[in-house]
């Protein structure tokens, strides 16, 4: 069973940066396509940014392209995303996922995510 914990939210100004953290357990890194997603108050979940398991191709949704990174480490069995020029949009919690281990890519559907961690808070004031 995989378990998921984030770290790093906090709040910061527009124009700021932030590096969320996702420190993974009780199974193999490195078989796991990861992602982050977000979800703002009153807003469905959504993708954010994914790695794949082996290749580490990453995927973003076309509003974060430029200014997010992400990022893995399978030594230390972490997962990064590294947030520059935050802006207001950008308010949500920040939530580490993880799919099964069959699978090499990450995709955008919430639901082909079996692993969630608890969520970071990120906030961005003007």
């Known amino acids: 069973q995989v378990q998921l914990v984030e770290s790093g939210g906090g709040l910061v100004q527009a124009g700021g940066s932030l590096r969320l953290s996702c420190v993974a357990s009780?199974?193999?890194?490195?078989?796991?396509?990861m992602a982050w997603f977000r979800q703002a108050p009153g807003k469905e979940r959504e993708f954010v940014a994914g790695i794949s398991r082996t290749s580490g191709r990453t995927y973003y949704v076309d509003s974060v392209k430029g200014r997010f990174t992400i990022s893995r480490d399978n030594a230390k069995s972490t997962m990064y995303l590294q947030m520059n020029s935050l802006k207001p949009e950008d308010t949500a919690v920040y939530y580490c996922a993880a799919r099964s281990s069959d699978y090499e890519i990450p995709i955008r559907a919430v639901p082909a995510y079996g692993y969630w961690g608890q969520g970071t808070q990120v906030t961005v004031s003007l």
């Open positions: 009780g199974g193999t890194f490195s078989s796991n396509a």
